[in-house]
């Protein structure tokens, strides 16, 4: 069992920043890292940026990419995703997962909670 307590979600304006937190305990072991995915309102939930725990990888959505940064803290087992320049279009729940990777894709395996984001134009 894992458990993922996010936090940092707002409201902000357009060109703003925001920073995410994801707080993760129990048996992350079993598992190769940790991601960001978000929903908008009607549309499907989408992966926004990834991370294994080593730190050394790191992947990003195209939508995000020069914007967005992911990282992690390993002595507090918290990764985070701090989000610069944003914009209206970035507005939806931000969830955070972790997740094994198989045959290359992503499976995430338990989630957090999910923190609204609000980007105002």
């Known amino acids: 069992q894992v458990q993922l307590v996010e936090s940092g979600g707002g409201l902000v304006q357009a060109g703003g920043s925001l920073r995410l937190s994801c707080a993760a305990s129990g048996r992350t072991s079993s598992t190769n890292g940790m991601g960001w995915f978000r929903q908008a309102p009607g549309k499907e939930r989408e992966l926004v940026a990834t991370i294994t725990w080593s730190g050394l990888t790191t992947s990003y959505a195209d939508s995000v990419k020069g914007r967005f940064t992911i990282s992690r803290d390993h002595a507090l087992n918290t990764v985070y995703l701090q989000m610069n320049s944003l914009k209206p279009e970035d507005t939806a729940v931000y969830y955070c997962?972790?997740?094994?990777?198989?045959?290359?894709?992503?499976?995430?395996?338990?989630w957090g909670q999910g923190t609204q984001v609000t980007v105002s134009s």
């Open positions: 997962a972790v997740f094994r990777t198989v045959l290359g894709t992503i499976q995430p395996s338990y």
